[in-house]
């Protein structure tokens, strides 16, 4: 993204800053391939791939040089087309050779950037606050009411890198303009890297009683005939009816005593609710929650200032692995996620697992579930102590919903620039993202159809984002190795949650990046 | 500004970080490029990247198979290193930025795809294919 003045300014500040703190500057590299000329006397001084008739390989990581008759090098490890090793070589006739590949280093200069500033003197940019902002981690998406903007959701707090990038669906309160058009506000309110690939409007028609929530798998659910429960309590053995029976922001969370006493061994709360059983056959139950500052304190220090350099080849490398991002993928499932069990024959069952909340806008999901003949539902939620913020539960009859979607048809800069080009870009899930450093905004125009029956729409965004290392957290590690699950106590984790929680909500949202 | 801030960072001594070229798998595996592939209404599929025909992606899956998705069929791939693609046949930037980080950048004689499907225990190709 091209937001001309704010990136005048980040530059102008990298420049001054690069001088005043060289020590905090990190270039962030990037690894190249070409196809090489083969031209007697050329010399490689970087690794080389030798692609032989015969479908073999030999690499030589050293470098080679081309003669008149052959490519020759040294420690040349050879490998056949089907990926056993061979024997090491020291060279192989031209007329074996299909073609060479040469390996080469870069700088991947918008990275470089966001490094460099990020660990330079903060005041030099102007915005000295910045040095203890915790608020994070997504793209914040607000409507305008009335001239006040109103948070309405923040979208893919999951994806830290590329590998993890997903679609996210988000229930939105706002209503077409007069002309029919949805305007939204995506700021970009954190020390971080926005990379946004897709932002679809959801547009769903339904009957004039029922709401609308996106569902946890699958197309959005329409309910109706909602029922508030009758009892739910925790694993402390509190009454927490009066917590999750409205949408009133006054949320769940973990009884102090059940995460006082948390272990590696028993990190677990949840929540019993036995609520009336509504007519229909097909039940849904519908959720507004959001994840606590639990998550948020594990990706900052954990996985980011504990292992100070670390952290950034983690994010930077590791993470961009397969292996690595699935075994993180399986421990933030087991760990990080709420189950929906219901009772049916005496046993819980699990209908759904949610994940992939974010800490700052409360998420509206609805899940169908199995409908008993009994005249109550019983449902159990459990999840790692204090790791969600449980505003409403509740059942109602549901159905699923189809939804038309509906791609941005015109895209504003925060400098009122109109950008075809992102627009363009947001239209479909591709490799083209419009990038938002700390501060800017954009807004996104949808276009809706005009109808007479009522219609709620639900924002679907894909992409991910890059946290911006602080230099504070680079000078202060307490480890030597990147972040690792298999590491993680979650008994101690949460102890230590339990003492920082106070403050950390207390500095959260006053630590926004103000947009411009 | 850009050529500022390049000249900045290599003046100023930049601290490096991010993958090394000694770190890189380009430099020691002879593999192509690893990531997923996703044809139409069908999961993801890990793979490693053989190479691209005019029309196609030749993989090896994770289980060993040698398969082939056409362009046409693919909605999602994702290599690392080269990012996420949608589906359809790639630009032609695109097509020689992925081709340079397959197995066989090259592409393949039919003795060695001969070789190829018998240590896989395939006498054909297996077509990833859309599911209906």
């Known amino acids: ?516 | 500004m850009r050529t500022t801030i390049v000249i900045c960072i290599v003046l100023s001594a930049c601290f490096p970080v991010g993958p090394s070229i000694e770190s890189s798998p380009l430099s020691h595996s002879p593999r192509g490029a690893e990531g997923w592939i996703q044809v139409r209404k069908a999961p993801r599929t890990d793979i490693e990247l053989l190479m691209l025909t005019d029309s196609s992606y030749v993989v090896q899956t994770t289980d060993g198979r040698i398969a082939e998705a056409r362009f046409s069929d693919v909605s999602n791939i994702k290599l690392k290193d080269a990012g996420f693609l949608q589906g359809g046949a790639p630009k032609p930037e695109q097509y020689q930025f992925i081709r340079l980080r397959a197995r066989f950048p090259y592409g393949i004689s039919d003795d060695v795809r001969a070789k190829l499907l018998q240590k896989a225990g395939q006498t054909e190709i297996v077509q990833l294919r859309p599911q209906s």
């Open chain 1, 1 to 516: 993204m091209r937001i001309g003045a704010f990136r005048k300014v980040i530059a102008t500040a990298l420049v001054l800053c690069s001088f005043a703190s060289m020590s905090s500057c990190l270039r962030a590299r990037k690894v190249e391939v070409d196809s090489a000329t083969l031209v007697d006397g050329r010399a490689f001084t970087t690794p080389v791939r030798v692609h032989l008739n015969d479908g073999g390989v030999i690499i030589f990581q050293k470098g080679a040089r081309v003669t008149a008759d052959s490519i020759v090098g040294t420690e040349g490890r050879a490998y056949s087309a089907t990926m056993e090793s061979l024997p090491d070589t020291r060279g192989a006739r031209l007329a074996d050779v299909l073609g060479v590949e040469v390996v080469t280093e870069g700088t991947n200069v918008g990275t470089t950037v966001a490094y460099t500033v990020l660990t330079t003197p903060l005041a030099v940019v102007g915005v000295a606050a910045l040095a203890v902002a915790i608020f994070g981690s997504c793209p914040t998406i607000y409507t305008d009411s009335a001239g006040t903007p109103v948070l309405e959701a923040e979208s893919f707090s999951y994806s830290i890198t590329p590998l993890l990038a997903k679609r996210d669906v988000d229930r939105l309160r706002a209503q077409p303009n007069d002309q029919g058009v949805v305007r939204l506000e995506i700021r970009n309110e954190a020390l971080e890297t926005h990379y946004i690939d897709q932002l679809q409007l959801l547009e769903v028609a339904h009957g004039a009683t029922e709401t609308v929530y996106p569902a946890a798998y699958g197309q959005p659910i329409a309910f109706a005939n909602t029922a508030r429960p009758y009892r739910a309590t925790d694993r402390a053995g509190r009454d927490v009816t009066p917590f999750i029976a409205h949408a009133d922001d006054a949320a769940f969370a973990t009884a102090d005593a059940t995460l006082t006493s948390a272990s590696d061994s028993d990190a677990t709360d949840w929540i019993d609710i036995v609520l009336p059983r509504p007519a229909g056959d097909s039940l849904a139950l519908a959720l507004r929650m959001r994840s606590s500052l639990l998550t948020t304190m594990l990706f900052y220090d954990y996985m980011l200032h504990r292992p100070g350099a670390a952290a950034i080849d983690w994010l930077g490398h590791d993470m961009q692995r397969i292996a690595t991002v699935a075994q993180f993928g399986r421990w933030s499932g087991a760990n990080l996620a709420l189950r929906i069990q219901v009772l049916r024959n005496g046993k819980y069952e699990r209908v759904a697992r949610l994940a992939d909340f974010g800490p700052i806008a409360y998420r509206h999901v609805a899940v169908m579930i199995p409908a008993a003949r009994d005249d109550s539902v019983r449902i159990r939620l459990d999840f790692t102590a204090d790791q969600w913020r449980i505003d409403q539960v509740v059942v109602a009859d549901g159905r699923r919903v189809a939804a038309k979607t509906i791609a941005p048809h015109r895209v504003v800069t925060g400098a009122d620039e109109e950008r075809a080009d992102m627009a363009n870009h947001l239209a479909k899930a591709d490799q083209r993202h419009v990038m938002t450093t700390p501060g800017q905004r954009i807004f996104a125009e949808f276009m809706t159809t005009s109808s007479s029956q009522p219609r709620t729409y639900l924002l679907a965004a894909e992409g991910y984002y890059t946290e911006w290392i602080r230099g504070s957290w680079l000078k202060t590690p307490s480890d030597t190795v990147a972040f690792d699950p298999k590491r993680v106590r979650i008994g101690a984790l949460l102890q230590e949650w339990h003492a920082a929680r106070a403050d950390m909500e207390a500095r959260f949202f006053a630590t926004k990046v103000p947009v411009i």
